[in-house]
């Protein structure tokens, strides 16, 4: 698999994906009907590469040999890639949701933890003792860092897969082109 990066007058990147056969797009441990078939690991890899490179609309070249070219399976390269980047968007968005149920969850145990910290602490600040003293200020400090966990996921740890998300969603409409092997 060899590619090559050019630009048209569209300001669309075409990205181009030389192979000998079809069958090197395709996982070939897939065992499921070749329209639905997963990339190979390297072809996605390099699509999704060059689409993150680019930043803007991109376009796929790939070029076969003539006889690969008149192969009935040939017509179902677009749909099947569009297909693939599909369920990657759809596993990004399931993702995604499962990040914020956990945040919720977080949130609700984080929110508990600090107030049972706060109470006991409230219960030691009464004692003129300086060891309890010592404890309740440990206690504060306890509780604010178990809400460490919900403020990441709820202020940083959604951003990224949200992002592929789009990304995905920008491929599963990904213009396909097929072209002879020059």
């Known amino acids: 698999m060899a590619a090559i990066r050019d630009?048209?007058?569209?300001?669309?990147?075409?990205?181009?994906?030389?192979?000998?056969?079809?069958?090197?797009?395709?996982?070939?441990?897939?065992p499921a009907p070749f329209h639905e078939k997963e990339l190979e690991a390297a072809?996605?890899?390099?699509?999704?590469?060059?689409?993150?490179?680019?930043?803007?609309?991109?376009?796929?070249?790939?070029?076969?040999?003539?006889?690969?070219l008149a192969r009935p399976e040939a017509r179902q390269v677009p749909v099947s890639i569009r297909h693939h980047f599909d369920l990657r968007r759809d596993s990004e968005r399931r993702l995604l949701r499962g990040t914020w149920?956990?945040?919720?969850?977080?949130?609700?145990?984080?929110v508990a933890f600090l107030a049972a910290c706060?109470?006991?602490?409230?219960?030691?600040l009464a004692s003129s003792s300086t060891a309890a003293h010592i404890v309740a200020e440990g206690l504060?400090?306890?509780?604010?860092?178990a809400m460490?966990?919900?403020?990441?996921?709820?202020?940083?740890?959604?951003w990224p897969i949200y992002g592929r998300a789009k990304l995905f969603d920008r491929l599963a409409r990904l213009e396909v082109e097929l072209r002879p092997l020059k």
């Open 140 to 145: 504060l400090i306890v509780g604010w860092v």
């Open 43 to 68: 072809a996605d890899a390099y699509i999704v590469g060059s689409a993150e490179d680019a930043g803007g609309p991109i376009r796929l070249v790939i070029m076969l040999p003539d006889e690969e």
């Open 7 to 30: 630009t048209d007058k569209t300001d669309t990147v075409a990205v181009e994906l030389r192979l000998d056969r079809i069958p090197r797009l395709y996982n070939s441990l897939d």
């Open 118 to 124: 706060l109470f006991a602490r409230s219960l030691l």
């Open 101 to 110: 149920r956990r945040g919720r969850m977080a949130l609700l145990i984080g």
């Open 148 to 158: 460490w966990g919900p403020l990441d996921i709820f202020l940083y740890g959604w």
